[in-house]
Structures are given as C-alpha cells and as structure tokens.
C-alpha cells in the first residue's frame, strides 16, 4: 500500500486528488495540509511514501517544506512530487535540487498522476531530458553549471558509476539502463543507489542536477 500526504492551500484540489488516490487499489491517503508548516509536521507524524506538495502556499511554500522534509534523514524514505505551473519553473529546479523527486503540472490526468506516484515510489526520478534541460537553461547561470563541485565529488565514484550516473541525468530508468549496457535492472539499481549514497543526495533527481552541474551534461546540448 501506497501511503501519500497531500499539500495544497486550495481545499477544493485537495478533495479531488483525495479522491482519485484513496479510491485506487494500493494507494491510500494519510493526510492533508493546507500549508507546507502543516505538511511538515503531518509528514514527520505519519511517515508517508510520497508528499504531492504545492509550491505556493501561506506559513510556508512547498519549496521550505520540501527542503526541510528532504534535511530530515529520518524522513529519508519519503518521497516528494512538486505539483507546478509553467511559472513557477525555477521554484521547481530549487526543490528537484533540495530532494524532490520530480514535478508535475496541476492540470495533468488522472491516469498520469497515479502513474507518476508509482514511478517515484519505485525510485525513479519523474523527470524527462527535455524537460530537465529546459529548466536548467533557464535558471542555470554558465557559472553554476561549470564543473565546480565534481572534481571532488566524481572521485568517489567508478568508471561504471560514471557512466550511469551520465545516463540517469539524461532521463533513462533503470530498465533502459540495463538495456543499453546488457546488465539486469537490479544492477542498474544497485549503481544508482550507491552513487545516492556517495554523493551524499536524497533522490534519484539530485543526480540529474549533479549530471548538468557536474560538466557530464551540458545545457542546451542533446
């Protein structure tokens, strides 16, 4: 069973996402909050698998929360799905940078938020290339996404981790991975889950951010 907190100010979206996700086989809804204080404090009672948190909220935004929840190593197995508007893009690479695990806009379909919940609960980052890259070339200054940091941080890492790690950030699942390198997904799994935890990040999403920051991916390029 799927547990999720649900976090919006506007009562009427959460009645109808509480809807949709207690009424789908393995999934059920353990809470709700009107503002990310409350979601906070709702998550750390209740220890959900994932948080639907929106970014503008009054107390506190869903950004402050999702970093807060994120901080939190005994919330280390919860996972966030930020819900967005088109506007609010650069909130968005804040939060996927703090540990959330990917993003949604409010006016996608049911069937494709329920997958997306599943998809982030199995450890996957909700995140597509095209996407990602958008984000980044928008809200990455040239001297944020120079290698800075991963001279250090790459170190920690094997020839094969790298070129996982090269693949995670431009989109591919576990699946694919295995695919493309004949390794079985579980493989695949166990590489990601290693550099997460070298690389001292959260969510499978750090690593797409890591890829660009890092200098294996670069901004604007396929």
Do not use: W
């Given at each position: 069973?799927?547990?999720?907190?649900?976090?919006d100010?506007?009562a009427?979206?959460?009645?109808?996402v509480?809807?949709?996700?207690?009424?789908t086989?393995?999934?059920?809804?353990?809470g709700?909050?009107?503002?990310?204080l409350?979601?906070?404090h709702?998550?750390?009672?209740?220890?959900?698998?994932?948080?639907?948190?929106?970014?503008?909220?009054?107390?506190?935004?869903g950004?402050?929360?999702?970093?807060?929840?994120?901080?939190?190593p005994?919330?280390?197995?919860?996972?966030?799905?930020i819900?967005?508007t088109?506007e609010e893009?650069?909130?968005v690479?804040?939060?996927l940078?703090?540990?959330?695990?990917?993003?949604?806009?409010?006016?996608?379909?049911?069937?494709?938020?329920?997958?997306?919940?599943r998809?982030v609960n199995?450890g996957?980052?909700?995140?597509?290339?095209?996407?990602?890259r958008a984000l980044?070339?928008?809200?990455?200054?040239p001297?944020?996404?120079?290698?800075?940091?991963?001279?250090?941080?790459?170190?920690?890492?094997t020839?094969?981790?790298?070129?996982?790690l090269?693949?995670?950030?431009s989109?591919?699942?576990?699946?694919e991975?295995?695919?493309g390198?004949?390794?079985?997904p579980?493989?695949?799994?166990?590489?990601?889950?290693r550099?997460?935890?070298?690389?001292?990040?959260?969510?499978?999403?750090?690593?797409?951010?890591?890829?660009?920051?890092?200098?294996?991916?670069?901004?604007?390029?396929?």
């Open positions: 069973m799927i547990s999720v907190v649900l976090a100010d506007q009427l979206i959460r009645t109808a509480s809807e949709l996700v207690s009424h086989d393995g999934f059920t809804v353990v709700e909050a009107s503002n990310g409350e979601a906070l709702l998550v750390r009672a209740t220890r959900p698998d994932i948080v639907l948190m929106d970014i503008r909220m009054p107390v506190m935004d950004l402050q929360a999702t970093e807060a929840i994120c901080a939190d005994q919330l280390a197995d919860t996972r966030i799905i819900l967005t088109f893009d650069e909130y690479l804040r939060a940078k703090a540990g959330a695990g990917g993003f949604l806009g409010k006016g996608t379909e049911a069937e494709a938020l329920m997958a997306a919940i998809t199995d996957e980052a909700l995140l597509s290339p095209k996407a990602t980044i070339d928008r809200y990455l200054s001297a944020e996404t120079a290698p800075q940091r991963v001279p250090d941080e790459l170190a920690l890492l020839e094969r981790e790298r070129e996982i090269l693949l995670v950030g989109g591919l699942s576990n699946g991975i295995a695919a390198l004949v390794i079985s579980q493989t695949a799994k166990t590489h990601v889950n550099m997460m935890s070298k690389l001292g990040v959260h969510d499978r999403a750090q690593l797409v951010i890591i890829a660009y920051e890092s200098g294996l991916l670069v901004p604007g390029r396929t």
